[in-house]
């Protein structure tokens, strides 16, 4: 999320308890408790910052899963043909740093677990049933770089597009190896 883009939250200090302090959202919503003897600065401003730091990966969440993935069909049709690529041409490649793993419902329809960054996986191509589900897991082996194409889902039937999540950069050099990304997209097939 860009800088400009984040949502404002402002915190306050409860302290109508002599024995603790509460650290609130300006809606008077709870994010931590401390000894008033025991609390210092840091821990009260890093409680502030974790609880940022959740309530920005939970409005992400929402956001991603917001975006539509309604494919229109004919009377009779009950599975549309589907390209996930990575970028908003069917045939933009994907691309990973380390491993990308894409399930459609629980079978795997592309396992990349060769350890090392991908720069052309190229797409994925498959036939979805009325809701199937989409699921994307990206998977950090070494420490330094976690990377993943945007992710878009593309109707060879009708050509309709759509962006299904943005595209990832992290070189904080977060511990790996970890799941960085993990997400399932519900693909719905809607009558005209």
């Not at 302290?15 to 603790?20: L, M, Q, V, Y």
């Amino acid at each position: 999320m860009d800088e400009e883009m984040r949502p404002k939250f402002n915190y306050y200090l409860d302290e109508s308890d002599p024995d603790i302090v509460v650290r609130r959202r300006q809606d008077g919503s709870f994010v931590a408790a401390f000894s008033a003897r025991g609390a210092t600065r840091e821990g009260i401003t890093e409680a502030a910052k974790e609880d940022y730091r959740q309530l920005l990966l939970r409005l992400r969440a929402r956001q991603e899963q917001e975006i539509s993935s309604e494919f229109p069909v004919r009377a009779g049709q009950d599975r549309v043909e589907l390209v996930l690529s990575g970028g908003p041409d069917p045939t933009d490649p994907l691309w990973v740093d380390d491993d990308l793993s894409v399930f459609l419902n629980t079978n795997a329809i592309l396992v990349d677990d060769n350890e090392h960054a991908d720069e052309d996986l190229g797409t994925v191509s498959f036939t979805a049933k009325n809701r199937a589900r989409l699921r994307v897991v990206a998977r950090d082996v070494y420490t330094g770089c976690r990377s993943r194409s945007p992710l878009y889902l593309h109707s060879t039937s009708d050509g309709t597009s759509h962006p299904l999540a943005p595209e990832i950069i992290d070189r904080t050099g977060k511990a790996a190896p970890a799941v960085f990304y993990d997400k399932t997209f519900d693909i719905t097939l809607v009558k005209r």
